[in-house]
């Protein structure tokens, strides 16, 4: 193990910690809206605007997940109904991206699954996209279950995402890829044992530059979920040596990090998609992104002593 995954793996420990947790919240959120819009629509649909106006495009998410209670499901749905028209009206170009669990994957599959499902449906109405992110292992095969069934039902303008770090992944993919599923594509932010999940960070880098050549060898349109250099290069220069069109693949970052090199991309005539997230319930969010490298602690840290 890499001193890299050895820091995610503290992070990720010690964020599940009760007074930890407690602390962070009371008092870290300032140091959060670094990675948060705000904690309402019209702050994200503002902000969306102003990303628009750099060639940035968006995909929007509500905060959420974990939930204990199908009544806090029903107020996310309601919630994304809204957000949906938000986009619609504002005419801003976001897509939309929730998690399972926030629909009460974990409580109720069968609710779950009806919740999504009008989520999907209204996006549809307004020719929209929504992503169903992936959460960790316990809820893999499910989420890649209600996707195929979305498609399968004609809603086709919903899609999912692919964990570079996990074993399964690369097969994942291929059968996904064959139904015709829109996949974002990632390294993996949970913290996953080994029989199921890749612990050598040069593994995780060499799977996921194997399932995103997967997708630009086939013509597929490719959403590549990366802050890292390397991957940025290397599917540049692959995509130039293989004279695959820029408009064939987007680049996808969050938001809080590499925003001028976001802007950058985007003026250099490739698809940059920004991950906008608002809401109040940001600390797991907000300590996934701690996880993933030193560099995001660090900053953070800077402006804590400012």
């Given at each position: 193990m890499d001193g890299t995954e050895f820091?995610?793996?503290?992070?990720?420990?010690?964020?599940?910690n009760r007074v930890v947790k407690w602390l962070s919240i009371k008092y870290g959120k300032k140091l959060a809206r670094r990675f948060i819009a705000g904690d309402t629509l019209d702050e994200a649909l503002d902000e969306i605007e102003r990303l628009n106006e750099?060639?940035?495009?968006?995909?929007?998410?509500h905060l959420g997940e974990g939930i204990t209670s199908l009544d806090e499901a029903a107020v996310y749905r309601e919630e994304y109904l809204r957000l949906i028209e938000g986009i619609a009206s504002r005419k801003v170009k976001s897509n939309v991206s929730l998690k399972p669990t926030q629909m009460g994957l974990g409580l109720d599959p069968k609710a779950a699954y009806e919740n999504i499902k009008a989520v999907v449906q209204k996006a549809k109405q307004h020719r929209n996209f929504v992503r169903i992110d992936m959460e960790d292992s316990p809820y893999t095969q499910a989420t890649i279950d209600?996707?195929?069934?979305?498609?399968?039902?004609?809603?086709?303008?919903?899609g999912t995402v692919m964990q570079a770090y996990l074993h399964r992944t690369e097969e994942d993919v291929k059968a996904l890829m064959k139904a015709g599923v829109n996949l974002r594509l990632v390294k993996g932010a949970?913290?996953?044992?080994?029989?199921?999940?890749?612990?050598?960070?040069?593994?995780?880098?060499?799977n996921y530059k194997r399932i995103i050549r997967l997708h630009l060898d086939q013509g597929v349109y490719t959403a590549i979920a990366s802050h890292d250099d390397k991957i940025i290069d290397w599917v540049k220069v692959?995509?130039?040596?293989?004279?695959?069109?820029?408009q064939a693949f987007e680049f996808q970052m969050l938001y809080g990090l590499r925003m001028n090199d976001q802007a950058a991309l985007a003026k250099d005539g490739y698809r940059v998609r920004c991950y906008l997230p608002y809401g109040t319930m940001w600390y797991p969010y907000f300590t996934r992104r701690l996880a993933e490298k030193p560099a995001n602690l660090m900053t953070v840290l800077k402006n804590m002593f400012k």
């Open positions: 820091y995610r793996k503290i992070v990720l420990t010690v964020s599940g750099k060639g940035i495009m968006v995909t929007l998410d209600m996707t195929l069934r979305l498609h399968a039902e004609g809603l086709t303008n919903v949970y913290k996953e044992p080994n029989s199921i999940a890749y612990q050598k960070k040069d593994e995780v880098i060499e692959f995509a130039k040596q293989q004279r695959i069109d820029k």
